[in-house]
């Protein structure tokens, strides 16, 4: 699989994740509109809030991982897919595998 495939591969992942993660955020919000509105007092309160944060808090990360792969598939249409942005050296194929969306070298990103 070259770079574009599993950079469009991962990026359809993240669209039917963050479609999911938006689904439940709409699901916990619904939730604490049919409960007591006082989640000082409300036993459930602090546990509705606590899901909500943490469901944003992923939407969040699904976004930014959007980003990170639409900057990636422009770095692929530039032809500087796999090299370094801060030394200028080829990325291991091994960390894109893993990471495709990488913009720095392993010894470049163990210096951040």
């Given at each position: 699989?070259?770079a574009?495939e ?5 990026r359809?992942e993240?669209?039917?994740r963050?479609a999911g993660?938006?689904?439940t955020?709409e ?5 604490s ?6 989640d000082?007092?409300d ?13 944003g808090?992923?939407i ?11 900057a990636?598939?422009e770095?692929?249409e ?10 200028g050296q080829?990325i ?16 470049c990103?163990?210096?951040?």
């Amino acid at each position: 699989m070259d770079a574009r495939e599993r950079l469009e591969q991962q990026r359809d992942e993240t669209r039917r994740r963050l479609a999911g993660l938006t689904g439940t955020y709409e699901a916990v919000v619904a939730a604490s509109y049919d409960s007591n509105a006082d989640d000082e007092h409300d036993p459930e309160g602090a546990t509705i809030a606590f899901e909500r944060s943490q469901v944003g808090a992923l939407i969040r990360q699904a976004r930014e991982g959007l980003a990170e792969i639409s900057a990636a598939l422009e770095r692929v249409e530039a032809g500087t897919y796999g090299v370094c942005e801060r030394c200028g050296q080829q990325i291991s194929e091994g960390r894109l595998e893993a990471r495709p969306v990488a913009r720095l070298c392993i010894d470049c990103a163990s210096r951040v």
